[in-house]
């Protein structure tokens, strides 16, 4: 069992700065893919950011490049997401997952993804 929680969900201004940080428990976090999805009203879920198992590798949605940063530290078993310039395109429910299987590359699919925080909400005023 695997147990995600999020934070650091909140208002905001356009242009203004949010960091969510995941917090993981239940088994070994360092061996596994971290992904960030949001979902807004009426939307499906979408991809935003993921990291490989070691942190060596990112990938980012293109609309967030450049103004997100994924990050995580395996020693306290957390994954990071700097959000910059928000836009107000960006309010959403921010979802933290991990990854099915091990040391495996970041994965941009919500299929990939066995285990989902509650989310946390995010909302960027104009």
């Known amino acids: 069992q695997v147990q995600l929680v999020e934070s650091g969900g909140g208002l905001v201004q356009a242009g203004g700065s949010l960091r969510l940080s995941c917090a993981a428990s239940g088994r070994t976090f360092a061996n596994y893919a971290m992904g960030w999805f949001r979902q807004a009203p009426g939307k499906m879920r979408e991809f935003v950011a993921a990291?490989?198992?070691?942190?060596?590798?990112?990938d980012y949605e293109g609309s967030v490049k450049g103004r997100f940063i994924i990050s995580r530290d395996n020693t306290k078993n957390t994954v990071s997401l700097q959000m910059n310039s928000l836009k107000p395109e960006d309010t959403a429910v921010y979802y933290c997952?991990?990854?099915?299987?091990?040391?495996?590359?970041?994965?941009?699919?919500?299929?990939?993804?066995?285990?989902w925080g509650q989310g946390t909400q995010v909302t960027v005023s104009s």
């Open positions: 997952a991990a990854d099915r299987v091990t040391k495996s590359a970041p994965r941009i699919s919500t299929d990939a993804y066995g285990y």
């Open positions: 990291i490989s198992w070691n942190g060596g590798r990112t």
